[in-house]
């Protein structure tokens, strides 16, 4: 790639963690996350953890809780930069909800239905004034990732299998239509530019195998959000496994990043917190659970 920014080099202490964690009894509780509704604590159990090894399709509650962390690391993000404007990750049932209407099927969208409160809980109330908008949705079996810039106007499908997104692409445009006019926002559809997945202009990086989809969508969010290109980055299948190592150990840990001092707060189950935060982190955590600010964040981010 361009640049090493997307690389994760696991030391081996990662390596054991991440090997202990995924290899833990299906149905025992590895650690949480308050990722919920009322951020009540979400449990990561040893078959979700299991699913961040290489070739094993990325199970709904990884996927929740990275975003959840991506979304996290993006407030502390804006935190340190007043300049940078926040973005919003919807949960993965987003584009179910807005096409889970009469015809759905476990495969096909239904009949498009608004959904209001969507708009409503995200940062602000108004994703206009955001700078990017995702909607991650797994569609045919196949996680994709519509993904929209609100201030240059730019929406696309990220689809590591290529494609064509129309279908996608058209239901999510429409929604910012109709949130538009729910805000009274001026929306003037021939402002927008759509790219598709195939567009030459913009092609994404593609997975080698059936396996990796969420794992692409992941590292697209994450890599778009650290105002990287990721459309036309070189993705090399050993940086994919990388991440997954990145992905499992972000999870135990509750936190994205390692060298930023703010930490989401992390509920562990058979772990002892003192096994990864230091006493000065430990306050750090304890202290943010009650940042009013990261509380009300926590609310936006639970928008199902």
Not at 11 to 39: F, G, H, I, K, W
Not at 89 to 116: N, R, V
Not at 146 to 173: R, Y
Not at 212 to 230: H, K, N, Y
Request: glycine letters at 6%; charged letters at 25%.
């Amino acid at each position: 790639m361009a640049t090493d920014a997307l690389v994760f080099v696991p030391t081996d202490v990662d390596v054991e963690r991440a090997l202990r964690a995924q290899n833990s009894p299906a149905y025992s509780v590895v650690c949480s996350l308050p990722c919920a509704v009322n951020r009540d604590a979400v449990g990561i159990l040893g078959k979700h953890m299991a699913t961040t090894k290489p070739l094993v399709w990325l199970c709904d509650e990884i996927v929740t809780a990275f975003t959840f962390l991506l979304t996290m690391w993006d407030i502390c993000k804006c935190k340190e930069s007043p300049d940078r404007r926040r973005s919003h990750i919807f949960g993965f049932s987003f584009m179910w909800s807005i096409q889970g209407g009469s015809g759905a099927s476990m495969h096909e969208f239904g009949d498009y239905t608004f959904q209001p409160r969507r708009g409503q809980k995200a940062p602000g109330g108004n994703i206009f004034e955001l700078e990017w908008v995702f909607a991650p949705v797994c569609y045919h079996s196949h996680w994709v990732l519509p993904v929209a810039n609100m201030q240059t106007k730019n929406l696309t499908c990220v689809n590591s299998m290529a494609g064509n997104n129309k279908a996608i692409i058209d239901v999510f445009f429409r929604y910012l239509f109709d949130e538009a006019r729910r805000l009274n926002a001026p929306f003037k559809k021939e402002e927008w530019t759509i790219f598709y997945t195939d567009d030459t202009r913009y092609p994404s990086p593609k997975q080698n195998n059936g396996d990796d989809c969420g794992v692409f969508v992941l590292m697209a969010i994450w890599w778009i959000l650290s105002e990287g290109m990721w459309w036309k980055c070189d993705v090399d299948q050993s940086e994919v496994d990388a991440f997954r190592v990145a992905i499992a150990i972000s999870v135990l840990n509750g936190w994205f990043d390692r060298p930023y001092a703010w930490r989401v707060p992390v509920l562990v189950g058979e772990s002892d917190i003192g096994d990864f935060l230091d006493e000065e982190d430990h306050e750090k955590v304890i202290r943010m659970l009650h940042d009013e600010e990261m509380v009300k964040s926590w609310d936006e981010f639970n928008d199902d």
